[in-house]
């Protein structure tokens, strides 16, 4: 999210999260400590893993977190249906003295995560906690979703470089900037839009588009003319009449480079059929003595497109993936919610909470919740969620595992950062680190296996006594 002079982040909220808040201050309910965890049920894209993402927009984001005078005038001006004031100027003094006093513990940014494990734990006063709900889920949404689709295209890529060009199909500036990021902490090597490279130091790429082509009188002189324009960044778009004699073109242009001691980098394919054509082009290259020009390949590419060009022993050496990377085009929502958990009582006690459903998926976890993840030589072989207060006894065979992990860290206490945010590169390391980790069948593409996640024995113990309860009172 972009904001401007002193806006403010605390209106990225839905109605409902202010309306809440004002209830529980009304009620006197406001101040008492709440447990909210951020979780989603199933993986995107029928896939057997999550690559979790945008923990480091949602801290840049609370530094922002108060109520400015603006946003405190614009509540003010709001009307229920009987044209009275909707909020009372007294809570909103409260909310313009609010800041944030939140325990926040969270999973870091390139971590694989799994349905049903919290992303993000939140402790504190109830009303700050639920407005938080709707920035929160906003942001890990979307680039959890993002990253976990790049990670699916580095896999199927298999080391080839994957660029990301999908500025001009994302959903508007904010989420292309934040496609950009979590495309690239995902496992993409570089992006196309230049602002994001800015911001975020990804590496920027790019050619030219068919217009270059077709403003000039001949594609020969379009390209002689790229050429001597950026000798040292010559990618060539050989497709806007005939990829063939495009790709002759571009040997006569090469051959004019080499003579003043340049290279080519390479050339774009952007339709037809890439296999027959990235053989011919390689072909035709290699043929006249340029084999060291790179073949990139563009056009509605996925995953699965990427996989059957791999399969086929493409001579393609990257992909450009636009519109069904930024925009999740198979699967365009995580579908994460934020529960809460755990709540204290009129006498100061922490209780659990959990909420049911006829869906078992919906059924929530009680508690306030951390989860230990299990490894053998190497490799991720299941994680166990548990009540902070209760970690698992080591319930997984002993044979099972040489190497456990506590998965969420602290990054707040009482509302003062103490985390040190890993840098970009550090989140992209990461996922490449644990995308190794996971089995080759977590990772598949069709039917992965289940990653083995289960409740610690008491937590799932009380959760059943807390259901079969609510259950027999209704």
């Known amino acids: 999210m972009t904001t ?11 109605l409902y999260e202010l309306t809440m808040a004002c209830g529980y ?7 008492r400590e709440a447990v909210f965890h951020l979780t989603f049920r199933e993986n995107p894209f029928g896939g057997g893993f999550s690559i979790a ?23 003010a001006s709001l009307k229920g249906n009987d044209q009275k004031p909707l909020f009372p100027s007294e809570f909103l003094d409260y909310l313009s003295a609010m800041r944030i006093r939140c325990d926040i513990d969270a999973v870091p940014e390139g971590t694989a995560v799994f349905p049903q494990e919290p992303l993000i734990r939140v402790k504190g006063p109830l009303a700050e906690a639920q407005i938080l709900e709707s920035l929160l889920l906003n942001i890990i949404n979307f680039q959890t979703l993002i990253a976990t689709k790049g990670a699916r295209l580095a896999i199927a890529s298999q080391e080839r470089n994957v660029l990301e060009f999908g500025l001009r199909r994302a959903q508007g500036i904010n989420g292309s ?19 994001a490279g800015k911001l975020y130091g990804i590496p920027t790429v790019g050619t030219h588009a068919h217009s270059w082509v077709m403003s000039f009188e001949t ?79 563009s056009g509605d590419l996925d995953e699965y497109s990427v ?54 998926v919906k059924i929530s976890n009680p508690g306030c919740l951390q989860f230990r993840r299990f490894s053998r030589r190497g490799k991720f072989v299941g994680d166990i969620i548990h009540d ?74 009380c959760k059943e006594e807390m259901v079969r309860k609510i259950q027999n009172e209704w």
Request: some cysteine; aromatic content about 8%; charged content about 30%.
């Open 53 to 75: 993402c945008g923990l480091t927009q949602v801290l840049d984001l609370l530094k922002e977190f108060r109520l400015s005078a603006s946003d405190q005038d614009y509540l």
């Open 219 to 297: 594609e020969q002189e379009a390209f002689d003319t790229y050429a001597e324009v950026f000798p040292n960044n010559t990618i060539f778009l050989v497709d806007t009449y005939d990829t063939r004699e495009g790709v002759s073109r571009v040997i006569k242009t090469a051959q004019r480079m080499r003579t003043k001691g340049c290279e080519p980098i390479g050339v774009r394919l952007d339709s037809g059929d890439l296999r027959e054509l990235s053989l011919e082009v390689r072909r035709q290259l290699d043929d006249a003595g340029f084999p060291e020009i790179k073949i990139v390949a």
């Open 4 to 14: 401007s002079g002193s806006e403010s982040s605390f209106l990225f909220a839905d």
């Open 388 to 461: 902070e207060k209760a970690p698992p006894r080591l319930e997984m065979s002993d044979g099972l595992y040489d190497h456990v992990d506590d998965i969420l860290v602290p990054i707040l206490r009482s509302g003062s950062k103490v985390y040190e945010t890993p840098s970009l590169e550090q989140s992209r390391q990461r996922a490449i680190e644990q995308l190794a980790s996971l089995s080759e069948g977590v990772k598949s593409f069709s039917e992965p296996e289940i990653y083995p996640v289960q409740l610690e024995n008491g937590l799932a113990s």
């Open 177 to 195: 900037l934040a496609a950009s990021r979590a495309a690239y902490v995902g496992g993409c090597d570089g992006t196309s839009n230049t602002l």
């Open 25 to 31: 201050w009304k009620s006197g309910r406001a101040e």
């Open 307 to 360: 996989t059957k060009l791999i399969k086929d022993e493409v001579p393609i050496d990257a992909f450009g993936v636009g519109t069904r990377l930024v925009t999740a085009y198979d699967d365009p929502a995580l579908g994460g919610v934020y529960k809460l958990s755990a709540m204290e009582d009129k006498r100061g006690q922490r209780c659990p909470k959990v909420k049911i459903s006829n869906d078992p």
